[in-house]
């Protein structure tokens, strides 16, 4: 049957329930959210003379439970206006409701006796065929469903969000004894298509498949910190973004998640899973049973393994646990000669070869992390999963890591690691061996720019279902080269399309990075169709190189630096202007430079966990590479629709003035980064090169025609001018910007003036740029810019513009 959510129902309004019904609102569907009714007044609701039969007071706590959700940070909802989806009521008075839901998500507390009581309440009011699913992180699903319909037992599995709902990808559906193939595969396509998850299909058992190793993983770390005599420091500079994990690594994390979160998991999984070969991990050691005993559980109770303190001059420091004495100390740097050795290596799955291979403390500390986390996944194979695979997507999907546990395994080398894991004491599961024997030497294997996996049951490589609607840069890569240089990689994404792929360290764009992308509009408007500017990094760009900029304008090369800026800013207008439709597909932060070549785009395919804006006011300088005229422009393509033509142009202007940056790429629409009807959101990032290839084809399909060079944006001149100088004195008097502030700012409201202009003018897109690049020159030779370059560079700020 074809299925279509249109409403859902979630039951319980906690963090969780509340998270999951703002991820619903996100993508479009109407949400029911219902909780209990409370059973006493509070004094305010008492003092307003009410009683517990008023409607305000019955939905008190899901309408609490919600706003609190809402104003959290970071958020749960992509824009404050999507919240408006979410109708809120109670157990008793708007239960009949569930009748209109296509699916239901239970989300109440992990006691099976509750969720049993609520689904037997639920039942009578559910209209067959309706999905109904537990966000249980434990509980075993066929215990659920006892005593339930066969309507309802068919309907029924588990489907674990991780939390926070919004950014962690793993979506964990558990079937039931007898939930249906359908519902299922159901799921499956649509946890990936449009709740932008990874999904990952487990079996019942303890924690299902992310939380069984996660935990294994951070309890094995807790008994080794003891073992090798590792303070808090180390462990989690070893255990965060060198290895490709956050960068709260691992005891950040749990302060973060809450200590006792991870505990009522990991004895969860020490009394469910009594044959695990590593039981005695899961119990607890003593420091972190003081730990629980003393409640410092992390941020919910303000110590955990790092604390906030503040001092007298309102300041604060954070310190460290010493886990010996267990007081609090001073945070102590931590370094090793091993990781030293990693600084050069970009790529993080290039690292793992040398990490082993340590000859320090680090080194010895990841032979055993590493081994004693690939035997456990290895003979987790079949009990949690069949196939191996779907191991590596939850702990990428879950917490974060960059690669699982078996990508790691390859990484080192399949043999070489059991010969790492031999001198530990530790064997790989027996079918590993098999492996080997059969004459596959990898988990993985790369073919035709598709992942292939070692299928235990068939003893042969297979192809990872799922991949078809992906285009995965990583496999293509070599294959598909057509030019290379430092800064870019292009490949053929074929059907005619092109992608430009930045290279770069944070994908910053430096001279390198613009010539590879007019080189490769050169190449596609002679052989191709279309080109996609895009990359699978962690974030699309950070911006302008500015180390570049600080060193030109030091040296006082001005020419140079002249130069260099119209290099940008004619790149960009290559992008806006060339004989191919050009589509960019932004993700993560997308800064400066990197915001303004997104701006040139004929469309923008863009991630909807994308942090978009004109930042260059935090380095002193303004938008130069087509930022600052193409804001002039959207104000003026605006004028004929709104009759203050001051006011539009004041909120373009703001736009850059307060470096605004988007938390979401919807939240870009507000800015006029984003344009409504032209540049479209996809929620799985996984899909967006292939979404982007897509509307290159179809601009190219349609008739694409080479755009004619504007010379029609209206800009106001001095009644423009005017008001902006009297708002930025206004604001330096009263002492809320600093004077080279003010001069920014001047300089800007100048380029979107249009200059001194005595009336309202018709101008050109250069002319706008050519104010644009004197002004920025005239800024990079004050002391004032300079001073914030070098700072930031100093700090070691991306280096963004």
């Known amino acids: 049957m074809k299925r279509n959510i249109k409403k859902v129902a979630v039951i319980g309004s906690g963090i969780m329930g509340s998270g999951i019904a703002c991820h619903f609102a996100n993508i479009g569907v109407e949400v029911l959210l219902l909780d209990i009714v409370p059973r006493e007044l509070t004094d305010k609701e008492k003092a307003k003379g009410l009683s517990l039969e008023d409607k305000v007071v019955r939905n008190r706590l899901v309408n609490e439970a919600l706003a609190t959700a809402l104003k959290s940070k970071p958020s749960p909802i992509y824009h404050q206006k999507f919240a408006s989806r979410i109708t809120t009521g109670n157990l008793e008075d708007d239960i009949a409701g569930i009748k209109e839901v296509d699916w239901i998500i239970e989300v109440v507390v992990e006691r099976l ?145 809450g200590l006792d979160t991870l505990v009522h998991v990991a004895n969860g999984i020490a009394e469910n899973c009594p044959d695990d070969e590593r039981h005695e991990l899961f119990k607890l050691p003593d420091f972190i049973s003081t730990l629980m005993k003393n409640k410092w559980l992390g941020s919910k109770t303000g110590q955990g393994f790092y604390k906030k303190e503040r001092k007298k001059d309102g300041s604060s420091d954070i310190l460290t646990l010493d886990l010996n004495t267990m007081d609090y100390r001073e945070k102590k740097r931590a370094s090793f000669p091993t990781l030293e050795m990693t600084k050069t290596i970009d790529k993080v799955v290039d690292r793992f070869k040398v990490l082993v291979n340590g000859k320090d403390k680090a080194g010895e500390f990841y032979r055993k992390n590493f081994t004693a986390l690939f035997a456990y996944v290895s003979n987790r194979i079949p009990e949690i999963t069949e196939e191996f695979y779907k191991i590596d997507d939850a702990m990428k999907a879950g917490f974060g890591w960059e690669h699982g546990p078996f990508q790691i395994w390859d990484a080192i080398g399949v043999e070489k690691a059991i010969e790492l894991m031999k001198a530990e004491g530790y064997e790989p599961a027996s079918w590993v061996n098999d492996m080997i024997a059969s004459g596959s030497t990898s988990f993985y294997t790369i073919k035709d720019g598709a992942t292939y996996y070692y299928d235990i049951s068939k003893k042969e490589q297979v192809k990872v279902p799922g991949q078809d609607a992906f285009i995965i840069l990583d496999n293509i890569r070599k294959s598909a080269e057509v030019f290379k240089n430092s800064g870019v990689v292009v490949e053929d994404l074929g059907d005619g399309i092109l992608n430009v792929e930045f290279q770069s360290k944070m994908n910053s764009i430096g001279g390198d990075v613009l010539a590879g992308l007019n080189k490769a509009i050169d190449i596609a408007e002679k052989d191709f169709q279309g080109l996609v500017v895009g990359n699978q990094g962690a974030n699309f760009s950070v911006g302008a190189n ?44 997308t800064l400066g430079g990197g915001c303004e070549m997104t701006l040139h785009a004929d469309k923008v395919v863009a991630a909807a966990e994308s942090y978009i804006g004109l930042v260059e006011f935090g380095v002193g300088v303004i938008p130069g590479g087509g930022g600052s005229k193409e804001m002039a422009l959207r104000a003026s393509d605006m004028f004929q629709k709104n009759d203050v033509e001051l006011n539009v142009l004041q909120e373009h202007f703001l736009t850059i003035g307060m470096a605004k940056v988007s938390t979401s790429a919807y939240e870009a629409y507000d800015t006029n980064i984003l344009q409504q009807g032209k540049d479209i959101v996809v929620v799985n990032k996984d899909r967006q090169i292939a979404t982007a290839k897509a509307y290159a084809q179809l601009m190219a399909e349609q008739g694409y025609t080479q755009p004619i060079r504007r010379k029609d944006v209206k800009v106001l001149g001095k009644q423009a001018l005017g008001m902006f100088l009297v708002g930025t004195d206004a604001m330096e008097a009263g002492k809320y910007i600093s004077e080279h502030d003010k001069k920014i700012a001047n300089k800007l409201a100048y380029v979107m003036a249009g200059g001194d202009l005595s009336e309202a003018t018709m101008v050109s897109e250069q002319y706008l740029l050519d104010l644009e690049r004197e002004a920025f020159l005239s800024l990079t030779t004050e002391r004032k810019s300079l001073e914030r370059i070098e700072h930031m560079l100093k700090k070691g700020k991306p280096l963004r513009n």
């Open 546 to 589: 500015i180390g570049m900029i600080f060193m030109m304008a030091v040296e006082q090369e001005y020419d140079e630096l002249n130069m260099a800026v119209k290099y940008f800013q004619d790149s960009c207008m290559r992008l806006r202007y060339s004989a191919i439709p050009t589509v960019v597909a932004p993700h993560g932060m």
């Open 113 to 257: 006796d509750i969720k049993k009581k609520v689904f037997e309440n639920l039942e009578k009011y559910r209209k067959e065929g309706t999905l109904i699913t537990s966000n249980t992180s434990g509980i075993p699903i066929k215990f659920m469903s006892e005593g339930r319909s066969d309507d309802f037992k068919k309907h029924f599995c588990g489907t674990h969000f991780f939390n926070p709902a919004r950014y962690l990808k793993l979506f964990e559906i558990i079937p039931g004894p007898e939930t249906s193939d359908e519902v299922l595969s159901f799921l499956n396509t649509y946890g990936e298509k449009f709740l932008g998850k990874t999904s990952v299909v487990a079996k019942d058992t303890p924690a299902f498949i992310g939380n069984r190793i996660g935990i294994f993983s951070i309890m094995s770390l807790f008994h080794m910190v003891k073992e090798m005599d590792l303070t808090v420091e180390e462990v989690d500079k070893l255990t965060g973004p060198v290895i490709g994990r956050p960068k709260s690594a691992t005891f950040r994390t749990v302060d973060v998640v």
